[in-house]
Structure formats: C-alpha cells, structure tokens
C-alpha cells in the first residue's frame, strides 16, 4: 500500500476544496453502514468529516472498512465532493461536504470505550478523570485547551511586546512556611533534609529585580498541598510577572490593557478601560465580598445605627459586642414560601452566622418574627435605607464578628442573584479591589498574619501606624476582580531592609527565625533594591472565566481529584521499601 502522508485537517475542509485529492487522519466518532455505502464521521481535533465508502469506487477500501468500528484511527485517501441537497448536514461546519474514500489504511484498532465520546454522555466525572485521555478527544475539552494555549500565546506576545523576559525560577527550593502547606521533598544526597515544591516563585522574582532584569514573566507551575475545592488544585499554573521603577497605577494600567487584548481577541469582547476600581473596605460594605459580583445590585446595607436601640436582644448583643446589623433587599421576593426561607437561613449558618431575620413587605402590610420588636419608626426608616417596596424581601445578618455578617450576607447575596436569574451569564464586569489590610489577626495563632505576603508594602501614609495600631494598616495590594472571581492578584513589595524586618517583627518571627527562613532575602536587599511590584493571574481561573466552566478540573488535562489524587495514574502512590532506605526515610504503620 501506498504510504499516506496527512494533507489536510477534517475541520478545515471547504467548498473551496471540492475535486482535490485529500489524505486525512483521524479518529471514528460513528459508523453507518447502508449495505452498498458505508459512512464514517472522522474526528481529529478541527472537528468531523462524513467519509463515504462506496464498493463502484474502491472494493479493497470497502472491504476493509466493514471490521472498523468507533474510536480506530484511520487514515484515508479520497476526492471532495459536494453533498446533494438532501444529504446536507448543517450540524457540521464540514456538512456541505464528504469525502469518497479511495485508500483506507487502518492505523489502530480500539476496544469499545467505557463511554462515547459525545457531548452529553451522562458519565461520571470519576470515569472520565480515570479515562482522562478518552474524555480529553471530546470536542468541547479540545475547545477549551486550545483556549488555554491562545490565552497562554497572547500573554507572551503582549510581555513580549512590553519589555519583559521569561525566566525560569527553580521547582527545588527551601521551605518558607507562611501561608499554605508545602509539598517537601527529601533530598537523597543531604540525608534528614528536604526541597519544598514552590507555592509561587515570589521571593525568586524579587530577586531577579535586585539582579536588574527589570521586567519579568513566567507561566509556572505553584504547588500548595491544601484542600481543594471547586476552583483549586493541589497543582495549578500562574501567570507571574515582576516590575521594577513602577507604582500601582503602572501594574494596573498594563494588566486591564493585557486582559482587554485577550478577550477582545479570544471572545470578541470589548472591554471598557480603565477598569472600576474600589477599595477594599468599600466592596466589604456594599457587597459582603473583596471580590464582589458587579453583573447585579442587590447591595448590602447597614442598619446598625437604625436598631441600635430596639428591644430586640440579637440586634443589641451584636451591637454591643461592636458587631453590626446588615441587609440585603431582594426585590419581588416577598411571596416566596417559609420553607424556602427556612432554607436560607440553613444556608447562611454554613458561613457562620446563627440566624437570619426577614421581613417581608407584602400588600396587606409588614411579616416578620422582629416586627414586635420594633417601633413604628425604627421599621419605617429600616425599609427607607433598603429602598423596599411591596413585595420586596429583606434579608438580615446580625453578629458581634463583623466578618461573619459580611460573609454569610455576601453569599447569601450571590444565593439570591442565582435563584432569581438576576446574573447575566453574558455580560463581564471587570474590577480592581485596592487598599487591602497588610494584616489579619490570627485569633487561632494569637499573632497578625500577612492578608497577602509579608513582602506587600503597606500604605506610605499608614507606615506610622505599624507601630501603634497594625491591625489598621492598608496594604499597596491590588485584586483583579471578573464577574465576582479573583483572577489575579498582587502587590509593591517592600524593598527597604529594615521596614522588611519590621514586618516579619510584627508576624511573631525572632531574629533567628527572620535570618533562618529569610536571610537570603533580607542580604540581598542590603545590596541596592530597586523599588518594585507585580501580580500573578491564575491561568487555570482565567480559563474557567473565558469558557464558561465552573470546575476547574475541565481546564487542566490531568488534574486531581478533591482528594488530590489522579484516578488515571493512580498518584499518589506506595513506594519501595528500597527507595524509601535511599531517603534515609521509614514509615511507621
């Protein structure tokens, strides 16, 4: 048999090239055999042709295609020709067209799969996480990858173009503990030590902008062994990048012009430039969240001052604790039954809260469990802030801890938003969050931790307050926010030696700790550090965003599972007691 040489991708075919002579490859995604014809959908990744098999044409390829079944690669020699009318299939971009197939080679065979490779296959995400490379040849999944790779291309080329240079950071690097757990790894050759897997290449970018690189970029691997969930993993890709000589309106103003490129370009959406911005303080009081969904209102308000006074015993234990009472105002929602609302409030003690309050404003006048408990005026003036009408819904948080009213509001908010298809699915709201705390106090810990990282500069007119009131101290942090996710985030770092060791002062680290864990760092900032900053996207949520998926797994091609494990290679897994005596490493049962 002739040797076959691939000419054309199925996908790609046109009208254009009806009459020529064409050599496809591909997989069988389905077999239709009408006794003199046979008909095959060939697949690779530009998408399906309907080849024809017709015995007048070749008996030997007739022949041999009648043992082809779904899932063998072929390739394939034939003429484009023109379907008839009747046969014109609009389903497929290539369904004005098939190919008459002269010379059939069968490339590979294939067992039956333990499922098809449709659409919608109804399989369990456990079976196609442990056939991953069989789900991975459906149509969307390729879709999606070659997303990935386009936003990836775009990235590059937009750095590129901006002045920045791609540099590789170690994956064998000393453990740092602050933040998530690290992933170590026993050296063999320094028996009783171990690398840490990087969470990020943080302290290694700063560094190359004390070496006078200037502007760097890397789309690198960040390894956290902590517990996942829908939009993390155990191992996922950021998009990071280093600036030096700059401020923070430098580091947004070339990020949103990046992100406007990308979907301009991948979506064929205009972006409005500059970005909305708010602080942080700001998207905690009107949307419960730093990271606060723009695509609808509904917005949080404070009715602490209202019912500062009332007799009822929740509002005031909250308010006398320095806590607050806060709302949100769900429109049209009044009617709906008790045992939804019995709902919420199930739903809002999963973040902590104990309870919720409603009032509903119906026609015929006020219901609500609190109504006894306030005056006229103290109702009257609760329904003038929430801006109630008849047949609106008041949603109330009280609580002493004022982060646990922000959060259950805040996703009771969003709760809301789905429930009543208040969220436009097609619409993208872009956002920086600022002016972070530098600092979050630990009650578990009984010390401040970094709300970042401790290299984050604070505010220069907060510097003062380090000393006296850290807890109020605001951070030169920055979120970018789309469509109420965190897409990014960064920072300016600190590149003043001693303001560094403050910092790692105030974290609860001892002289001997700071030189211990940081003291590579803390030298190289006594030789010249150039004021500096920069962010990192994470390139698997941005992917997420731009196809529309909720679940990460679908962005990544061999991800883990909420249990950080790898159904199809089985990882992780034991070791030999051999390799485990190379570690200088025993495992007690």
Known sequence: MEKLKRTHMCGELTLD?????????????????????????????????????????SKEAFDKVQSVRTEYVLAVKGKVVKRSDETINLKLK??????????????????????????????????????????????????????????????????????FIDIETPLLIRSTPEGARDYLVPSRVQPGKFYALPQSPQIFKQLLMLSGFDRYYQITKCLRDEDLRADRQPEFTQI??????????????????????????????????????????????????????????????????????????VFNDAILNKGSVRAINVKGAAAIPRRQI???????????????????????????????????????????????????????????NNSVVYDSLGHLRLEMGRRFNLIDKNKYEFLWVLDFPLLEYSEEE???????????????????????????????????????????????RIHDTELQKKMFKILGFSDEAI????????????????????????????????????????VIAFPKTQNAVCLMTDAPSLVSEGQLEELHIKIEK
């Open 94 to 163: 290539t369904g004005k067209i098939e190919v008459y197939v002269e010379t059939l080679k069968i490339l590979s065979k294939s067992e039956t799969p333990p499922f098809m490779v449709e659409e919608d296959n109804n399989v369990s995400e456990a079976v196609r996480l442990k056939f991953r490379y069989i789900d991975l040849r459906r149509p969307s999944m390729q879709k999606t990858f070659m997303t990935r790779y386009k936003i990836t291309k775009l990235v590059r080329e937009y750095l590129d173009k901006n002045g």
């Open 515 to 554: 030189q211990e864990r940081f003291g590579f760092l803390v030298d190289a900032f006594k030789y010249g550090a150039p004021p500096h900053g920069g962010i990192a996207y994470g390139l698997d949520r941005l992917t997420m965003l731009m196809t529309g998926t909720e679940n990460i797994r679908d």
């Open 446 to 492: 009984k010390r401040y931790v970094a709300m970042h990282h401790p290299f984050t500069s604070p505010k220069d007119e907060d510097l003062e307050l380090l000393d006296s009131n850290p807890g109020s101290v605001r951070a030169k942090a920055y979120d970018m926010v789309i469509n109420g996710v965190e897409i990014g985030g960064g920072s300016i």
């Open 240 to 313: 990071d990048m280093e600036m030096s000589f700059i401020d923070v309106d430098d580091i947004l103003s070339l990020n949103e012009k990046m992100i406007a490129k990308l979907f301009k370009e991948i979506l064929d959406v205009d972006v409005s430039l500059p970005f909305k911005r708010m602080t942080y303080q700001e998207a905690m009081d009107r949307f419960g969240s730093d990271k606060p969904d723009m695509r609808f209102d509904m917005q949080l308000k404070d009715l602490t001052d209202i019912v500062s006074n009332c007799s009822f015993k």
């Open 17 to 57: 090239d009806i009459n020529k002579e064409v050599v496809l490859m591909g997989w069988v995604q389905k077999r239709r055999d009408l006794g003199g014809l046979v008909f095959i959908e060939l697949r690779d990744r530009t998408g399906l042709i309907q080849i024809v098999f017709n015995e007048q044409i």
């Open 342 to 400: 019995d709902e919420l409030i199930e739903f809002v003690k999963t973040y902590k809260a104990k309870g919720m309050v409603w009032i509903q404003v119906m026609e015929e006048g006020i219901k609500s469990p609190v109504a006894k408990f306030l005056t006229d005026e103290e109702m009257s003036l609760i329904l003038k802030r929430m801006e109630a009408d008849k047949g609106d819904l008041i949603l109330m948080i009280a609580d002493k």
